[in-house]
């Protein structure tokens, strides 16, 4: 595994009365994590573009965002549009051709590119896509709500992504999101993730530097 370790707090467990007072608190970490969910692809609601637009005037950090919404390829523009670096969309969430699509509108707007897959999703379903990836995301919990707890099972596909990528892409990175903790993050790292999302584990901590810090020590077992 070439790449270095990123971690990416979650701004769904900020509190966003003051989320840009919290933003700031992890500007240790590489990448910024933005769930959007549209309460139908997954069943919660949270943010949209606006909010997208005022966290990039907040900050430099590398923001991640992950769109958990049906046919992303309507709303891949304006999320790149509002200074996303990265967007990331479920292969659940549409035909292959509106995937490939969303794909397509990311590449014109100059935005890295990344495919996620809920747990019910083989590792095989990357394959199509994968040469292009700059991350995959392997959920390790259902999607749409936070502080669900880690799917150990979910490790056999982290795994087997691992292999695709150091075979076909190894630039790509790969990605876990879903119940991240000093507990949980050790086997993931071990069955070959570099990036790491964490909300709770980082915004449910009073010193979120020091939960970043125990995050990274976690991974080679400190």
């Given at each position: 595994m070439s790449q270095p370790i990123a971690l990416?707090?979650?701004?769904?467990?900020?509190?966003?009365?003051?989320?840009?007072?919290?933003?700031?608190?992890?500007?240790?970490?590489e990448w910024l994590h933005v769930d959007v969910m549209d309460g139908r692809f997954v069943p919660n609601l949270t943010i949209g573009v606006p909010v997208v637009q005022s966290i990039r005037k907040h900050t430099e950090m590398f923001l991640d965002v992950h769109l958990m919404i049906e046919k992303p390829v309507d709303m891949a523009a304006a999320f790149a549009k509002a200074g996303a670096d990265q967007l990331t969309v479920h292969l659940e969430s549409d035909m292959p051709h509106g995937i490939r699509a969303a794909l397509d509108v990311m590449t014109a707007h100059g935005v890295k590119k990344g495919v996620a897959l809920r747990p019910i999703t083989k590792a095989e379903a990357i394959l199509p896509y994968l040469p292009e990836l700059d991350v995959v995301v392997v959920?390790?919990?259902?999607?749409?709500?936070?502080?669900?707890?880690?799917?150990?099972?979910?490790?056999?596909?982290?795994r087997t992504v691992r292999k695709y990528i150091d075979q076909i892409n190894p630039a790509c990175r790969l990605e876990v999101d879903g119940g991240i903790a000093?507990?949980?993050?050790?086997?993931?790292?071990?069955?070959?993730?570099?990036?790491?999302?964490?909300g709770s584990a980082v915004f449910g901590k009073p010193d979120r530097a020091a939960a970043i810090a125990a995050l990274r020590g976690a991974c080679h077992g400190k």
């Open positions: 990416a707090p979650s701004i769904l467990s900020a509190d966003f009365c003051r989320l840009g007072e919290d933003i700031a608190a992890v500007k240790d970490a959920m390790t919990v259902e999607p749409g709500f936070g502080g669900q707890k880690f799917m150990e099972d979910q490790l056999d596909t982290i000093t507990d949980t993050i050790a086997a993931a790292y071990q069955a070959g993730a570099d990036t790491f999302v964490a």
